[in-house]
């Protein structure tokens, strides 16, 4: 089941909602709020996996009440302007639905929201079960399906990632690098930089303050140097 609330200041739009909600067995219903404020509350004490918001509110508007939550529910923005569809994806958001919303519409993004709630408890699954091998990432508005040894290199720019694949493959996600390589496994990747992450494997060989792989001279920044030094070099070193 996915725990859903609604925050809306309009009733008939909160009724509305309701409705679509009703014809969709996996949702359960679990509060709905004219104002942002009374929502944050019930958020900070109550698990819920996904918002229905509107953006036009008194007080707060959705797009702030969004910024101000430390920790978030999948959201599917709702609203009667479409000129806050670009602002709203910077933040991350599961769909952006134009009022009147018509069923389909609202079910598809319904179904975004069940496809990723999959894909997490089927990842946090194979962690118990196997090493794993690949991630999902969240890239162009579908989660993308990497394999970790496909991967050469990932490049952070402030709040984005580039993961640099093989075929000239690249994917964008809203991450910064310390995150993603909380995430990665620590045996095949080593942070080199404060931009950089690199697939150890494929290393060739490594001088002052560059490492060179068969495509790429990647940046080895001197707060990183020592410490992979001592974790890829030094374990690894042939001499008398």
Same mark, same amino acid.
Request: proline share 4%; with cysteine.
């Given at each position: 089941?996915?725990?859903?609330? /609604?925050? +809306?200041?309009?009733?008939?739009?909160?009724?509305?909602?309701?409705?679509?909600?009703?014809q969709?067995? &996996?949702?359960?219903?679990?509060?709905?709020?004219?104002?942002?404020?009374?929502?944050?509350?019930?958020?900070?004490?109550?698990?819920?996996?996904?918002?229905?918001? !509107?953006?036009?509110?008194?007080?707060?508007?959705?797009? !702030?009440?969004?910024?101000?939550?430390?920790?978030?529910?999948?959201?599917?923005?709702?609203?009667?302007?479409?000129?806050?569809?670009?602002?709203?994806?910077?933040? +991350? *958001?599961? +769909?952006?639905?134009?009022?009147?919303?018509?069923?389909?519409?609202?079910?598809?993004?319904v179904?975004?929201?069940?496809?990723?709630?999959?894909?997490?408890?089927? !990842?946090?699954?194979?962690?118990?079960?196997?090493?794993?091998?690949?991630? &999902?990432?969240?890239?162009?508005? =579908?989660?993308?399906?990497?394999?970790?040894?496909?991967?050469?290199?990932?490049?952070?720019?402030?709040?984005?990632?580039?993961?640099?694949?093989?075929?000239?493959?690249?994917?964008?996600?809203?991450?910064?690098?310390?995150?993603?390589?909380?995430?990665?496994?620590?045996?095949?990747?080593?942070? @080199?930089?404060k931009?950089?992450?690199? =697939? *150890?494997?494929? /290393?060739?060989? /490594?001088?002052?303050?560059?490492?060179? @792989?068969?495509?790429?001279?990647?940046?080895?920044?001197?707060?990183?140097?020592?410490?992979?030094?001592?974790?890829?070099?030094?374990?690894?070193?042939?001499?008398?």
């Open positions: 089941m996915i725990n859903y609330i /609604i925050v +809306d200041d309009e009733p008939l739009a909160r009724d509305g909602m309701s409705i679509n909600c009703d969709v067995p &996996y949702l359960n219903h679990k509060g709905s709020f004219s104002n942002a404020i009374e929502a944050s509350t019930f958020l900070s004490s109550e698990e819920t996996d996904l918002m229905f918001l !509107d953006i036009e509110m008194p007080g707060l508007n959705g797009l !702030d009440f969004i910024r101000s939550l430390k920790k978030r529910p999948h959201i599917i923005l709702c609203t009667a302007y479409p000129q806050y569809a670009l602002e709203s994806y910077e933040l +991350d *958001v599961i +769909d952006y639905l134009v009022k009147p919303i018509k069923f389909e519409r609202f079910f598809s993004a179904n975004k929201v069940k496809d990723y709630l999959l894909l997490s408890a089927a !990842d946090t699954a194979e962690i118990d079960a196997y090493e794993k091998t690949f991630m &999902y990432i969240k890239s162009d508005r =579908q989660f993308k399906k990497v394999f970790y040894e496909d991967v050469l290199y990932i490049k952070g720019m402030k709040d984005y990632v580039v993961i640099h694949a093989k075929d000239n493959k690249k994917y964008m996600t809203s991450m910064n690098v310390k995150t993603i390589l909380a995430q990665l496994p620590t045996n095949l990747f080593a942070r @080199t930089s931009s950089y992450i690199i =697939q *150890v494997k494929n /290393i060739i060989s /490594i001088g002052t303050d560059t490492i060179f @792989t068969a495509d790429h001279e990647l940046p080895l920044g001197p707060s990183y140097k020592v410490d992979f030094i001592e974790r890829f070099v030094k374990t690894n070193l042939v001499g008398r």
